[in-house]
């Protein structure tokens, strides 16, 4: 787990899950098996989503372009911004 951003707005940690050291079993494809994703936290709303798989990928591709133009943190929580319709789970905290 690694804090990518923290603005006044959104938070984002990266969970990365190291690639499975095991053979695979039957019916699986070989090769290492990654898994991961990204969680977003709506510091105002109080509310988080975790992005994983096909999203998590496009997510990343967005940001990395995004990063390419030296963006000001305006913009970054305004492309961040764009996922907080798909934000359901309230942050809690135990």
């Not at 804090?3 to 019916?27: C, H, K």
């Not at 990928?57 to 133009?69: D, H, M, N, P, W």
């Not at 913009?75 to 911004?81: G, L, Q, S, T, V």
Request: aromatic fraction near 10%.
């Amino acid at each position: 787990m690694q804090m990518l951003y923290n603005s006044d707005n959104f938070a984002v940690v990266v969970f990365e899950v190291p690639a499975r050291e095991q053979a695979p079993q039957a019916g699986e494809a070989s090769g290492a098996l990654t898994r991961g994703g990204y969680e977003i936290v709506d510091k105002f709303s109080r509310k988080e989503i975790y992005l994983e798989g096909a999203m998590a990928e496009s997510f990343k591709a967005g940001v990395e372009a995004l990063i390419q133009t030296s963006p000001s943190v305006e913009e970054i929580d305004a492309y961040i911004e764009r996922f907080t319709s798909l934000m359901h789970q309230p942050v809690v905290l135990h």
